[in-house]
């Protein structure tokens, strides 16, 4: 097997690249959004991850998320966990897998509760 010098995973098949870096990137959000510098709940980083995707795509959120394989908020635990599993993340004694799931229902969150324009920023955004 090829040595990998990022700091991806060997992919789960069902998940594409993008979906590996949005994680990464949501929990930049997160730990943003929670004001922290290290470690976030896996409750927070879907929820980083939330904000992100409104901010990023907008009413195409859902549709982009699950062209990288990821519809519910277990795909983004199980992400997290492949890169846990691959060193690129740490996790403490009290983190879960379970910890991601139902955070919030995509269809809720990505279609019926959309509103155009919302949110644009975050609130601790300059």
């Not at 195409?60 to 908020?73: C, E, K, M, P, Q």
């Not at 492949?82 to 009290?94: C, F, N, R, V």
Request: with cysteine; net charge negative.
């Amino acid at each position: 097997m090829p040595e990998r010098h990022d700091s991806t995973p060997a992919q789960e098949p069902r998940f594409r690249a993008e979906a590996y870096l949005f994680v990464h990137e949501a929990l930049a959000c997160a730990q943003q959004m929670f004001k922290r510098s290290h470690h976030v709940t896996g409750q927070e980083l879907c929820l980083g991850a939330r904000q992100l995707a409104l901010e990023r795509y907008g009413q195409l959120a859902r549709a982009v998320l699950n062209s990288w394989g990821i519809f519910t908020t277990d795909d983004l635990g199980m992400i997290v966990y492949g890169l846990i599993e691959a060193g690129a993340m740490s996790k403490t004694d009290t983190d879960r897998i379970e910890d991601f799931h139902s955070v919030f229902d995509f269809d809720e969150v990505f279609v019926r509760s959309y509103k155009l324009g919302s949110p644009t920023k975050r609130d601790d955004a300059v």
